[in-house]
T-cell receptor, first 113, second 113 residues
Framework: DQQVKQNSPSLSVQEGRISILNCDYT??????FLWYKKYPAEGPTFLIS?????DKNEDGRFTVFLNKSAKHLSLHIVPSQPGDSAVYFC????????????FGKGITLSVRP | SAVISQKPSRDICQRGTSLTIQCQVD?????MFWYRQQPGQSLTLIAT?????????ESGFVIDKFPISRPNLTFSTLTVSNMSPEDSSIYLC??????????FGQGTRLTVV
């Protein structure tokens, strides 16, 4: 049973436009959410996170929005750049989980020049 | 940040054999984890590697199949035992110093033939 769902396997956007990557979760105990970026033949790298006490966190071109009532979060990248082309994983953690993360399947983002 | 080195980066193994994957962190981390990413799937936590004691396994994973060692704070090994083609996956080592600082190795791509 997937507790973290990334239902769209891929997304293609034009350079300069906004990329919106969505993530849904089912476990109401999750209180911390993270996005990781992964290039081929490399491990995932941390991108941005958000605590459940917030509904928005921004870091440069990256913004994560959290809607707790809908159990939904999204990652916005604006403007999108070709170097953003990668697989993006949504991950979540629950209190007392000792830093264990539950991951979604990932979304492959392609940014067209 | 921490740099995590995994080796081998890839291997092709005969069924019935075992492979040991090594993970070295360049600085102390609090927790070390082993994940598996099967084709088209999310990263799934195999176990938490505990320093000097038996690893803590997630549901569906057992010590006989995936023995793990962590003799010190910066080194861990995962063995995939008695391999079958279903074990073909990417295996990832992760180290954390808290929720926001989870670092990953580049992964070991295992193919069992």
């Amino acid at each position: 049973d997937q507790q973290v769902k990334q239902n769209s396997p891929s997304l293609s956007v034009q350079e300069g436009r906004i990329s919106i990557l969505n993530c849904d979760y089912t476990n109401s105990m999750f209180d911390y959410f993270l996005w990781y970026k992964k290039y081929p033949a490399e491990g995932p790298t941390f991108l941005i996170s958000i605590s459940s006490i917030k509904d928005k966190n921004e870091d440069g071109r990256f913004t994560v929005f959290l809607n707790k009532s809908a159990k939904h979060l999204s990652l916005h990248i604006v403007p999108s750049q070709p170097g953003d082309s990668a697989v993006y994983f949504c991950a979540a953690s629950a209190p007392g989980a000792n830093s264990k993360l539950t991951f979604g399947k990932g979304i492959t983002l392609s940014v067209r020049p | 940040s921490a740099v995590i080195s995994q080796k081998p980066s890839r291997d092709i193994c005969q069924r019935g054999t075992s492979l040991t994957i090594q993970c070295q962190v360049d600085s102390q981390v609090t927790m070390m984890f082993w994940y598996r990413q099967q084709p088209g799937q999310s990263l799934t936590l195999i176990a938490t590697a505990n320093q000097g004691s038996e690893a803590t396994y997630e549901s569906g994973f057992v010590i006989d199949k995936f023995p793990i060692s962590r003799p010190n704070l910066t080194f861990s090994t995962l063995t995939v035992s008695n391999m079958s083609p279903e074990d073909s996956s990417i295996y990832l080592c992760s180290g954390t110093r808290g929720i926001t600082e989870a670092f990953f190795g580049q992964g070991t791509r295992l193919t069992v033939v």
